[in-house]
């Protein structure tokens, strides 16, 4: 059974809200910038802004830095093509670092990677997810298969795990000629239902981090013991 990718729509930009005359900006009137991808949350690149470039941003809602190398104001992407769409902009604590929620057209990095950090140790993003499923729980809308799922309580989400987890099972035991597709489809079905099943119960999925982190620290040390 697949679900298929929740859509959580077109977020508002809410870049008007940025005030670039109260950014504080370094001796060479620059700030940085760090642009992470709105839909995986991955870093993709960290560069810098002047108050035009901030301005630029804001007014396009394409991400445009200043090079410190040329000395010149650039847009990203103006000649591979690989825009960054800026849905959200945020200021730290300071006020003297912006950080861009973005949709990228393409890779982030000159050498043609997704992002300037590759490779990226985070294999499998889901926070993006987690996201929509707290929006889904929180607006009740009957259209939502998220929302009349937890609507129908804790132990219609607990057989669904189930149940996903049995047809990854049979996909795992059963794929042979398609490139593990059929795993692929089966086993993003128990994932979704496994964060419908922490949010229903109140876990955040970061404990379920700490923990594997916990036993790999803990695994570690049995190991530096035994040596």
Not at 139 to 152: F, G
Not at 187 to 210: N, W
């Amino acid at each position: 059974m697949t679900t298929g990718r929740p859509d959580d729509g077109r977020h508002d930009a809410g870049l008007e809200a940025i005030d670039p005359a109260a950014l504080t900006y370094d001796d060479r009137g620059l700030l940085p910038v760090i642009a992470q991808d709105e839909t995986s949350g991955a870093v993709l690149m960290l560069a810098y802004a002047n108050r035009e470039a901030v301005e630029k941003t804001i007014a396009t809602q394409l991400a445009h830095f200043w090079s410190r190398s040329r000395k010149e104001l650039w847009l990203k992407g103006a000649t591979s093509g690989n825009t960054l769409e800026v849905v959200e902009m945020r200021t730290d604590c300071d006020q003297d670092a912006l950080l861009l929620r973005v949709r990228p057209a393409g890779p982030a990095c000159h050498r043609g990677t997704r992002s300037c950090f590759e490779p990226n140790p985070a294999q499998l993003e889901l926070g993006w997810l987690w996201q929509i499923l707290e929006q889904r729980q929180e607006a009740a809308d009957e259209s939502s298969y998220t929302a009349r799922l937890l609507a129908a309580g804790l132990p219609r989400v607990a057989q669904k795990v189930g149940e996903e987890a049995v047809e990854t099972v049979i996909a795992a035991l059963s794929s042979t000629s398609d490139d593990g597709q059929a795993v692929v489809e089966e086993g993003a079905d128990l994932l979704y239902h496994l964060l419908v099943l922490l949010l229903a119960t109140g876990v955040e999925p970061a404990r379920l981090g700490e923990e594997l982190q916990r036993r790999h620290r803990e695994a570690r040390s049995d190991q530096d013991g035994a040596a």
